[in-house]
């Protein structure tokens, strides 16, 4: 696991059925890894207001869940690719989310990106990681952000990220720029 920290605490920092976790045969069939199947098992992936969506079919449900939180509409099986085979997850901000069974990295494939399909993370906890980030500095409504306050945001995503794995925001990453982009207006 390459992001190392108190996942008990972001747990409780989360609103009650806001980790989305996976079903441990879903998890142990997905990454070959002891460690990363006990990750998306015991943890999970914030929903972090639906940017992240599972896929219904690898959810541990959670009646206490988001409502959006499942996505019923995608293939589960799957795919090949030019990068291996990737098998979906759900969806991260309208993207296709998938996990290379091979290495346990994380890939988007987005309509609108160059790039059918994109690296975004080099592993589970970086994804979740960042989804909670994003949530995490996000000003509470009481706030009024100015345009230098959100690019003071933006970069505390960036540098807290690169710590653990600079694959998200990494010269020639599209995903996570696109998605700072919209941030503001979310």
Known sequence: ?????????????????????????????????PGTARFATEFGVPHSRGLFRILADLAERDPAGPER?????????????????????????????????????????????????ELIHQDLSSLAYVVYKVEAER????????????????????EDTARWDRTPFESGAQFWERFLLSYPMM
């Open 1 to 33: 696991m390459l992001v190392e920290l108190d996942w008990q605490a972001v747990v409780a920092s989360q609103p009650t059925g806001g980790m989305l976790r996976f079903r441990a045969d879903a998890a142990s069939a997905i990454w070959s890894d």
């Open 69 to 117: 939180a499942l996505v019923d509409d995608i293939d589960p099986l799957p795919i090949d690719t030019p990068h291996g085979e990737l098998r979906p997850l759900g969806l991260l901000f309208n993207s296709f989310l998938y996990v290379r069974p091979a290495d346990g990295t994380i890939w988007v494939s987005d309509p609108d990106a160059e790039e059918e399909f």
């Open 139 to 158: 000003p509470g409504p009481e706030e009024d952000p100015d345009p230098y306050d959100w690019a003071d945001i933006e970069e505390i995503i960036r």
